[in-house]
């Protein structure tokens, strides 16, 4: 019999030494993503300069300052049905802002994606930010980096979990390559992508990240990408005040945000034409809308960057909040490809500016940034990302309080008015449930002497299958009991033998009569008091069998008792007790006053 690990030997964590060349694997992942967004933004760069202002040039620029006039609405539609074509006739995962994209691969496809998607992903994403796309470079990159660390893992021979590991990575590194936000980047890991909070999996991400963050130094610049004056340490209680104000507002607009996208892609499921073409007509709001509000083109960092330095007029915030939004969730519903992360800071960098209008004055810029971290914390249910993704873009450490209570009760919000975030239901809406839950499993505090069967028959190895038959036609052991331990006199575990084949030797009156010890499994499979109920789950897994006599640690294999599926699940149902059943354990008892006796008189 198999000897396992006592419960003292399994560590916190699951990780072994294969996490070392995973995470060397991760590093370079990092080098390559750094280069694969430094050519994503040169793309963009590149087809905001053709198609706007006619001349080779990567430098980032906003399409709001093109001379086209009226003709610049042609140039968005032009833009999407190029787009239109590439998805059907390349790759329909193009379409999309990249991240539900990820985690769908992620989910379903064992993490592989295919290397076209690799160059279409990108190429498709400029064309689109290029063109006046009111989208992020993010989302792209995120795709794009997760598709080269997906490819550069399927050279390899890697588990389907070391494969998510290591596309994981790549995202995390474009990300931080776009934005100079490493620690952000990581926590978008673990709150979306990963699925998990092991280091097997968070070391590699991390170092990714580090290295991407690392080399952009070298290639794009150290950042901060918005810098801002710093603002006071600690803002009073009427700016904390307002800034739960501030994140139920940042709620609300998620709430409205999500419904919008989601409402747009409805509609255009509900036209009589080829989804080819839906882009097209996304593209031509987004001319429209261009038209009538200039700096809603385009990824518009200019514009976010004037919102946290509080240089922009009311027109401006009013143009974000009605024109940007609209023709953001009509695009996207359209299925273009383009981001959600530059978007949703210039629509909570809106909301803040009309927010400082009338909550308390804590320096230039201070609505505007809390807003854009409640936004993310409410809109993508990421609210650790969101804090740290704002601190990281400004360098502002002093707002990390106001964040974290904004971003926390803008995340409150939509937890409880949304079953699903932006991200999350379009996976949805593919057939697939996706639990953003990440708790303890009871199964890992539970051990297998706290959830066994002491109740139950055990066969003396010595016995006849006569003596056998005579002792069952009178006994047939506890209900349930499908498993028979073979023990000798000492209680020692010998083998064993299934309810089913005993039954088959004792149905046959006239077959040989041989001793237990014979005809019983000599190999059978244990388990041991202080194991975790995990460690049991994954050895039935393993083995294919669902009980197991629980024997002693010590050479003589005592038997203890057994342990089956349905134990498992009673030791689950003690989980779900202590979430339901609601009791009060102290109680405050008032002294009970004695009779007060009032002395006759005299």
């Not at 198999?2 to 990092?30: C, E, N, Y």
């Not at 690799?118 to 795709?143: D, H, N, Q, Y």
């Not at 509900?270 to 989804?275: G, M, R, Y």
């Amino acid at each position: 019999m198999k000897k396992h690990p006592r419960a003292q030997d399994v560590g916190d964590f699951t990780a072994d030494w294969r996490m070392v060349p995973i995470a060397g694997a991760a590093i370079l992942i990092g080098l390559l993503s750094t280069v694969v967004a430094w050519a994503l933004l040169r793309l963009i760069g590149l087809c905001t300069n053709l198609f706007y202002y006619h001349r080779w040039e990567t430098t980032l620029v906003s399409p709001a300052g093109n001379q086209l006039g009226a003709w610049a609405i042609l140039i968005p539609v032009a833009g999407s049905l190029i787009i239109g074509f590439m998805a059907r006739y390349g790759s329909e995962r193009i379409r999309g802002h990249g991240i539900p994209e990820a985690i769908e691969s992620i989910l379903i496809n064992g993490s592989r994606v295919q290397p076209r998607l690799a160059i279409l992903k990108p190429l498709s994403s400029a064309i689109s930010i290029g063109t006046g796309g009111p989208f992020g470079a993010e989302g792209p990159i995120i795709m794009t980096g997760g598709a080269f660390g997906s490819m550069f893992a399927q050279f390899f021979h890697l588990t389907s979990v070391e494969r998510k590991t290591l596309l994981v990575a790549g995202a995390a590194a474009g990300m931080s390559a776009t934005f100079a936000s490493p620690i952000a980047a990581v926590m978008l890991a673990v709150e979306l992508l990963l699925f998990e909070w092991k280091p097997r999996s968070l070391v590699p991400v991390a170092l990714a990240s580090a290295t991407a963050g690392a080399a952009r130094r070298y290639i794009l610049g150290p950042g901060p990408l918005f810098p801002v004056s710093h603002h006071a340490l600690f803002i009073g209680p009427g700016g904390l005040l307002g800034c739960v104000l501030g994140g139920l507002l940042a709620g609300v607009l998620s709430m409205l945000l999500t419904g919008a996208v989601y409402a747009a892609e409805d509609a255009f499921q509900k036209l009589p034409i080829h989804w080819m073409w839906w882009p097209a007509i996304g593209g031509l709001a987004v001319g429209l809308g261009g038209l009538i509000f200039p700096q809603a083109l385009g990824v518009g960092y200019e514009t976010i960057g004037a919102l946290l330095q509080g240089h922009v007029a009311a027109t401006v915030i009013l143009g974000i909040l009605l024109v940007k939004s609209i023709i953001w969730a009509v695009a996207l519903g359209s299925g273009t490809s383009g981001g959600v992360l530059a978007p949703l800071l210039m629509m909570g960098g809106a909301l803040g500016g009309i927010e400082a209008l009338f909550l308390p004055d804590e320096g230039m810029g201070f609505w505007p940034l809390v807003s854009m971290g409640a936004i993310l914390g409410g809109t993508m249910r990421s609210p650790f990302t969101g804090i740290i993704f704002a601190v990281e873009l400004t360098h502002d450490i002093n707002v990390l309080l106001p964040l974290l209570l904004a971003a926390v009760i803008a995340h409150a919000f939509t937890v409880l008015v949304l079953k699903r975030s932006i991200l999350t239901e379009k996976v949805a809406r593919r057939g697939y449930h996706l639990s953003r839950e990440y708790t303890v499993d009871p199964l890992e505090i539970l051990f297998a002497r706290d959830a066994m069967r002491t109740n139950l028959v055990a066969l003396p190895s010595g016995s006849t299958l006569e003596q056998i038959r005579n002792t069952m036609s009178t006994d047939h052991g506890p209900r349930g009991q499908y498993l028979y331990p073979v023990v000798n006199a000492a209680n020692q575990l010998r083998a064993v033998i299934t309810r089913k084949h005993l039954q088959k030797l004792l149905a046959d009156p006239q077959a040989a009569n041989p001793v237990l010890d014979d005809v019983a499994s000599k190999s059978a499979v244990v388990a041991y008091p202080d194991e975790p109920l995990r460690v049991v789950v994954n050895r039935m897994a393993e083995t294919g069998l669902t009980r197991f006599p629980v024997v002693d640690r010590g050479d003589q294999q005592k038997l203890l008792g057994i342990i089956g599926l349905r134990d498992l699940l009673s030791a689950r149902t003690r989980n779900l007790e202590e979430e339901r059943n609601r009791e009060r354990v102290l109680r405050i008892r008032l002294p009970v006053l004695g009779k007060i006796v009032t002395a006759p008189p005299g």
